[in-house]
């Protein structure tokens, strides 16, 4: 049974499918740089459900975005193990770019990501990438650090997080 999250206009926000992955590598492979194998989008499906989401209009796949947790050290000041959220990959498609699909995908992986009791979210991004920071930053994200040649071209990407109330 499908899990719709929100509609925003024609759009409809809902949570990932299996069926769905095939149209979600579609959409990574013509955004980013980025990509990865069949058994890693499945296992991100298995694992964190409430935090991989698709963005669709009339049946057509327009945006995705798709998380992990983990347990590591806190990018605040808590000491110890912390359970994070991790953005692995997000991306919509150019032509339905700036009408808030991406708001939209950030915050629901967010709401995902407190469901699955994590303590906080964090993502990296190319520091270019100006149009992604400022979406972050919007949807409560803070830069925490810079990430020196963190990217395979040797682009710097700026660490940013968020921490959740308990
Ligand atoms: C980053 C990305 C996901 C943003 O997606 P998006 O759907 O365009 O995001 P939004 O529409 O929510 O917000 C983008 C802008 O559109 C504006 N916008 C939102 N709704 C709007 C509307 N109805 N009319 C006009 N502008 C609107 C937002 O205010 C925002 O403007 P700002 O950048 O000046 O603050 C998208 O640019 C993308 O896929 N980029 C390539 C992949 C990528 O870089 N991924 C991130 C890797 S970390």
Redesign the pocket.
Known sequence: MQVILRQLGDCMVRRAELSDLIPIMEINLK??PEHYSDYFYESLLAEVPEAFIVAEINGRHV?YVMCKTEYGFSNFKKLGFVKKGHVVS???LDEF???????ALVEESTNGIILKKCDEFY?E?RCS?T??V??YE?SGFSIKQQLNAYYRDGEDAFLMAIEFDK
């Not at 770019?97 to 708001?103: A, E």
């Open positions: 955004t980013l945006g997000i991306a919509v770019r700036k009408r808030g699909i991406g708001k993502l991004v990438n149009e992604a400022r979406l919007k």
